[in-house]
């Protein structure tokens, strides 16, 4: 069992940064491929950005550029730094722990947070 806790998100102005966290419990933490979604009002949720056990990372095309992820198995957190937002950035972000299987697939996660709400203003 993992839980997770996600925090960093808020308001900021486009152009601006944020960086998100998510705090893992359990021991298990650095087995398992960690990822970044969002979900906007109305909208689905869509994959942000993957990190694998071993380091190796993946992001949306949308994000490309501005997004980075990245973890620290020692404190069990993984981190999304989030650069020259803009408005449509604004979601609710989760992240997710998973064992394998399809990187850009909500239910292919087994483990979600609660989620992190950002707001980009124009």
């Known amino acids: 069992q993992v839980q997770l806790v996600e925090s960093g998100g808020g308001l900021v102005q486009a152009g601006g940064s944020l960086r998100l966290s998510c705090a893992a419990s359990?021991?298990?933490?650095?087995?398992?491929?960690m990822g970044w979604f969002r979900q906007a009002p109305g909208k689905e949720r869509e994959f942000v950005a993957r990190?694998?056990?071993?380091?190796?990372?993946l992001s949306a095309d949308s994000v490309k550029g501005r997004f980075t992820i990245s973890r620290d198995n020692a404190k069990n957190t993984v981190y999304l730094q989030m650069n020259s937002l803009k408005p449509e950035d604004t979601a609710v972000y989760y992240c997710?722990?998973?064992?394998?299987?399809?990187?850009?697939?909500?239910?292919?996660?087994?483990?979600w947070g609660q989620g992190t709400l950002v707001t980009v203003s124009s």
């Open positions: 359990g021991r298990t933490f650095s087995s398992y491929a």
């Open positions: 990190i694998s056990s071993g380091g190796v990372t």
């Open positions: 997710a722990a998973q064992y394998s299987g399809l990187y850009y697939i909500p239910r292919a996660y087994n483990y």
